[in-house]
């Protein structure tokens, strides 16, 4: 299979839905020289011949939230920007699960740095996508010799592309040392996240996660986690500061992002944790999660945009302003 054929059919580039093939973008292009792009990654589960996006508004909202630090303009309103995704991935036509990645970059062939005055430009692509990191078994994960970038020189919470260098060095060093994924630590020494999720440890019954001020990215699946634990677990989560010593002492760790769904950790820096498998806390919250993004709990609808449907559902998307239709 060529790679087109794998990456899809269409794409939205040049303010236009066109083929895949010629959304092209110039080598003087400023993103392409440094780094200055925002990106997303959104996923479309795919159940009962639809495609449910999950979350789509929020992280249409987080990307404007990027943009505007690099002084770029999405071309649209999140409302039309929902509406345009879902529009290309019913063109794609895929029946399988998907991953959309959005991306709006200065485009302007010039060397000077400065991001003022700048043409910005917005593509948007859609790749089947099945698990990024493996969900069936714990993770061998060590914490990397590399810091994460602080919110002082370029800030984790904007999804720059640039900022991946530091994650793409992470993920890169775990992999020679035989590891499946890491963890940054900051500057000072406590946890951050890992290369490309966030993370989660249950101690003495307790769910923490890293504070939003330990440059982490902001991630939708941590707020996800973070709610669906309260409501269906009854577990609050507890956002402080981690140390490295405490993931060694942890009952379970998880990973948590788009492309990682939930992923249990079952070693940090070959130190087992819990029984090295998928703890039941992990196990539970993977099973809830699986239900929710896959349209099978009513009660979270309002986080799913199904792309293919017709029909009105009850409880509609408030967060879209958008009907669900199935
Ligand atoms: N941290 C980083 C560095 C990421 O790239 C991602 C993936 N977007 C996440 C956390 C998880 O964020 P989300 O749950 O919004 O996908």
């Given at each position: 299979?060529?790679?087109?054929a ?23 292009a ?23 996006l999950f979350?789509l ?31 290309l ?79 793409a ?24 996240e ?38 269906e ?16 002492f ?48 009513p ?13 009105t559902v ?13």
């Amino acid at each position: 299979m060529t790679e087109h054929a794998v990456l899809g059919r269409y794409a939205f580039f040049g303010e236009k839905i066109l083929p895949l093939a010629e959304a092209k973008v110039s080598i003087t292009a400023h993103a392409f020289n440094y780094g200055t792009a925002v990106f997303e990654g959104i996923r479309g589960y795919h159940a009962g011949g639809e495609i449910y996006l999950f979350r789509l508004a929020e992280h249409y909202r987080r990307m404007e939230q990027s943009a505007s630090l690099l002084r770029i303009k999405l071309p649209l309103p999140v409302k039309e920007l929902c509406e345009l995704t879902k529009e290309l991935v019913r063109r794609n036509g895929f029946q399988q699960d998907v991953y959309v990645r959005p991306i709006a970059f200065k485009s302007s062939p010039t060397i000077k740095l400065c991001l003022n005055k700048l043409e910005d430009e917005f593509a948007l692509y859609v790749i089947p996508l099945g698990d990024y990191v493996a969900t069936d078994r714990g993770l061998a994960v060590c914490t990397s010799s590399w810091r994460r970038t602080n919110d002082t020189a370029i800030p984790a919470r904007a999804k720059i592309t640039g900022s991946y260098v530091n994650s793409a060095l992470a993920a890169s060093e775990a992999d020679e040392n035989g590891f499946d994924e890491a963890i940054l630590l900051n500057e000072d020494g406590h946890v951050s996240e890992g290369s490309g999720m966030n993370l989660f440890l249950l101690r003495r019954g307790r769910l923490i996660t890293t504070p939003v001020t330990a440059n982490i990215l902001e991630g939708i699946t941590r707020e996800t986690v973070i709610e669906i634990a309260a409501k269906e677990l009854g577990l609050e989560t507890q956002e402080r500061e981690i140390d490295r010593s405490e993931l060694y002492f942890a009952d379970e760790i998880f990973f948590c992002g788009t492309g990682a769904q939930i992923a249990s950790v079952g070693s940090v820096d070959r130190k087992q944790i819990g029984d090295g498998g998928i703890g039941p806390v992990t196990s539970r919250l993977q099973k809830i999660y699986q239900k929710i993004t896959h349209g099978q709990d009513p009660n979270y609808y309002h986080w799913l945009s199904p792309v293919y449907s017709s029909q009105t559902v009850e409880a509609g998307n408030q967060e879209t302003g958008v009907r669900i239709e199935r």
